[in-house]
Structure formats: C-alpha cells, structure tokens
C-alpha cells in the first residue's frame, strides 16, 4: 500500500470530530483539497460500487444522504471532462428543479466549479466540459421517448406517477458511450417497478439506516427513534426496508407463507415462452415435489388422489396488459388450494387464449390420470355420506405450488 493510499485510510478511519480538528490545523489550499474529496467524508452506501453494473439503486431511509450521493456522483463524472447527455428524472419537473438541481445539496451547490449556466426555462444545467443534463418528470413518459443519455440520476423513483413506462422509455435512450449507466436514489415504498429494477441483471444496490449519517442533530435522530421505532412506517422511511406488500392489503406474502402445505402432485415450472412473451406453448413443466423415503410416483399418486376438483379461473385484460390464469383445486375436506399461475402479460387475444387452453390441457390431464379418478370417487362417496362440509363453507389454502 502506497504512502498516499495508508494516510487515506487514516483519514477514513478518523471521527467526526476528529477530522475537523484535522481540517483546521491545515493550510487553506491543503485543506480545500481535503474537503473536497467526496470519498473522505462519504458513509458507507453513498459511493459508487465498483465493478461493471448499469443500474446503482441507493434505496435508504431519510436524512441517509441520498441526495448528496446523486449529486456527487454526477459531479465526480462531470470533472473527468467528458461531454456527457445526463437525465435528472424526479417525480415532477418541480421537484427535480428544488431538490436535484437548486437544493441544498443539488448540482448548483456540489458541482459549482463546473457549471456553467443553469436555464430553469429550458430544464437545462450546462457544465464548462460541455456535459449537459435535462429535466425529466416521472409522471411523462413520452418526453424520455427520443432523447439519448449517457447518464441518468432517478430521484424518488418509489412515487414517480408513471414509474414503469417512464423508466423503460428512460432505459431505451440510456445508449451513449461505452458504459450508459444510471442512479436510482430513493426512499423504499411497496411496488412492483422497485422490484423488478433491483431484480434484473447488471442491478447493484447499497443504502442504508438513517442513523448511518453522523451528520444529523442528535435530537432529530433520538426523536424519530422515539416515535416510529419498530414500526412499519419506521422500518421503511427510517430503517430504509423495502416490503413487498402495500399497507392493507387482504393478500400479503406474509400470509400466503403461512397457509402453504406439501399439496404439490405437479410444480409449475414456465417454458420459456411464458417469460419472454413469444408465442410457445405456456404449459409448465412438471416436478413432482419428492419426501424423504418416498418415490416420486408414491409422492405424485398420493397427493393427486387428495384433489378433487381442478379449475382453471380467467381473467381476460382489458387491453395489452396482464391476463390472470390461476389454476386451483378443491381436496376431499373441501379446502381450496391455488396450484399454479399461468398469467401472461402483453399478448393479443389469440395468445392469452392459448396459454389458457395450454394450462387447461396440462392440467387435465392431470386430473384424468387414474389415481386422480380414485380420488374424485372417494370424494363423492363422502358427500353422499355428509363427511364433507357443503362447497359454499370450503377454507382456502395457499399450496406450495
């Protein structure tokens, strides 16, 4: 390690309090030089990951910093002289203008020995190495469609109005350069474009607690901790914790965890059709789930001869959306599982009922195997004997399916 690289890291390793006292007991221009280094100061999660990624998404609680690593990080990139295209996408052009460009930790403020002109008119922030970066709305997607970007900073992407549309038209124009990349920093909040962001490829995340800023008032953060600590809402805007469910909701995958039994004569497993939208056929591929000390065809027989009843419910979309195409099942003590979800997403007519009809003949011939028609008899038999609750009374169960 050079002399350099070992007196950073004595640096880094100072307290807050400590470092000022550095600061102070050095020359003006010595102690500019210091104070500008971004990484010195920085706290975990507000850097840059390394290695080859295209999406960074900083998701933390409030008062993190998030903000100042946004600017930061487009500053740093503006300094190597580069004239970059860069994106400043908030939720509305006025929230973009006050928080990411005029704020107290915006560009003006971070990246002023660079900037050149700022055009409020025009949602134009001009650099002297010839970068420019436009403002975007995240409730317009049809102005991200056309522009072309080398970078993109995402503010607050969790309450965008039109997240999905307008991260993918920002997606399509992110082509500049040898490395287009992008920044989400944002505040965690339930919804799907969050999600799949973080869960597709060339995805990096870091972030963190709001208490990871040894920056704030001491009372702000005892105050917080005070009122919301160990609650939900204190989880999400202050531990910065993404749930998958929305406040409310009569479905959670909390709940659905819970009521998953070992019912599985067949493990759904999509053909490739059903994930990249083709027109292949959606019928899954069957896994039969095995216990210890048992053969496949005892652990298929055995569950098969439970269900007495499959059916395939359909949910035509109104448009080119999603059509949901959920396979469920009664058993012989009138509980409900759900087997399987077929839904395809952005298909014509003749292709979401294809996939219906794809389902309906995997699963019927499933339930015409003769171990399954051992189980519908059985089933019968103890109706007519009042052994089984009436249809109208059946529990539902989430299966493992």
């Known amino acids: ?49 390394d290695g080859d990624w295209r999406t960074w998404v900083l998701m933390a609680g409030r008062g993190f910093g998030k903000t100042l690593a946004g600017s930061q990080w487009i500053a740093g990139l503006v300094a190597t002289g580069e004239p970059l295209r860069i994106a400043l996408v908030g939720a509305t052009i006025d929230e973009a203008r006050r928080i990411m460009v005029e704020g107290k930790s915006g560009l003006l403020t971070v990246a002023a020995p660079w900037v050149a002109g700022w055009h409020p008119s025009r949602r134009l922030l001009r650099f002297t190495t010839g970068a420019e970066a436009t403002l975007f709305s995240g409730a317009s997607p049809e102005a991200l469609r056309g522009p072309e970007h080398h970078l993109a900073w995402c503010d607050e992407l969790a309450k965008w109005e039109k997240a999905g549309e307008c991260w993918d038209m920002l997606q399509l124009g992110l082509r500049l350069g040898e490395r287009p990349r992008a920044l989400v920093t944002t505040t965690p909040r339930p919804g799907p474009v969050l999600r799949r962001i973080m869960e597709g490829p060339g995805c990096v995340a870091t972030g963190g607690r709001t208490h990871a800023n040894p920056h704030l008032p001491a009372a702000f953060v005892k105050a917080i ?83 007495a009843r499959i059916v395939i419910g359909v949910d035509p979309p109104a448009g080119g959306g999603t059509c949901g195409i959920v396979v469920c099942a009664l058993d012989p003590e009138g509980i409900g599982h759900v087997l399987a979800d077929h839904s395809v997403t952005g298909r014509s007519p003749e292709g979401w009922a294809r996939a ?32 089984l609750p009436a249809a109208g009374r059946s529990r539902c169960r989430h299966s493992a399916a």
């Open 1 to 49: 390690m050079s002399r350099e690289a070992r007196f950073w890291k004595w640096v880094a390793a100072l307290e807050p309090s400590e470092l000022k006292l550095l600061v102070r007991g050095l020359p003006p221009d010595e102690a500019a030089i210091l104070e500008g280094d971004w990484r010195t100061w920085a706290h975990d999660g507000q850097c840059a990951p």
């Open 225 to 307: 901790e005070a009122q919301y600590g160990g609650t939900r809402l204190g989880r999400q805007e202050v531990d910065g914790e993404l749930f998958t469910d929305a406040l409310g909701a009569l479905w959670t995958v909390e709940g659905l965890e819970r009521a998953r039994v070992g019912l599985s004569s067949a493990r759904p497993e999509r053909s490739r059709g059903a994930l990249d939208g083709s027109s292949g056929s959606n019928a899954p591929r069957l896994q039969p789930r095995i216990k210890s000390g048992t053969s496949a065809r005892d652990e298929r027989v055995g569950e098969a001869a439970r269900l």
């Open 356 to 387: 219906v009809a794809d389902a309906a003949a995997v699963w019927q011939a499933e339930a015409a195997r003769p171990e399954r028609r051992a189980g519908h008899r059985r089933r019968h038999g103890l109706l007519r004997r009042g052994l």
